[in-house]
């Protein structure tokens, strides 16, 4: 199988895009009134905590914690760990 390469405009342009608005709005901090307000959407979308363990106040982070909203409304609570081991 043979591997494509970019060519050098098309590297350029890679490495100076920016992030997407998008993939920031899908992290807030996971508290019961944000999950209360979620909305369901036309397709399933989860939001994810923002886990930052330097804030000083408000909740616990969980990192790796996430809830899914799915089309009719059903909230489903994910975890995403690991062991080491």
Same mark, same amino acid.
């Given at each position: 199988m043979e591997r494509r390469r970019l060519s050098p405009a098309a590297l350029a342009r890679l490495e100076a895009a920016e992030p997407t608005a998008k993939a920031e709005a899908n992290r807030q901090y996971?508290?019961?009134t944000v999950v209360a307000d979620l909305r369901p959407r036309p397709t399933a979308?989860? =939001?994810w905590d923002i886990g930052d363990h330097r804030r000083k106040s408000g909740p616990d982070p969980a990192r790796g914690l996430a809830v899914l909203v799915n089309? $009719? *409304?059903t909230k489903t609570w994910k975890? =995403? /760990?690991? /062991? $080491? *081991?």
């Open positions: 996971l508290t019961a979308y989860m =939001v089309p $009719r *409304g975890a =995403v /760990f690991y /062991f $080491r *081991g």
